[in-house]
């Protein structure tokens, strides 16, 4: 009996080597696989939250100016189409 409990005793701490020994390997090719994610993607010409809202800010800030710029061309052209009223002949 004695022999049969040693024997079980190895059993289950070969297998707690096993688990823990597949559990690093499954941490360290998950970090390994992250790594090369950051890495391709870094090479990626993509830009951060911060950089793309502030871009978006710049382009609604341009995008009212213009249209600002537009009514007020849009305005003096109307100005400058009114036709002048032609002087009275005596005749």
């Not at 090719?29 to 800010?57: H, M, N, P, Q, T």
């Amino acid at each position: 009996m004695q022999a049969d409990n040693k024997m079980f005793d190895d059993f289950v701490k070969f297998v707690n080597g096993a688990a823990g020994t597949l559990a690093g390997v499954g941490r360290e090719a998950e970090a390994g696989a992250r790594s090369k994610a950051k890495e391709w993607i870094g090479g990626l010409d993509f830009v951060s939250r911060d950089e793309f809202e502030a871009v978006k800010a710049m382009a609604a800030a341009a995008r009212d100016e213009a249209d600002v710029l537009r009514a007020r061309l849009d305005a003096l052209e109307a100005k400058a189409v009114k036709p002048a009223k032609a002087p009275k002949s005596e005749a």
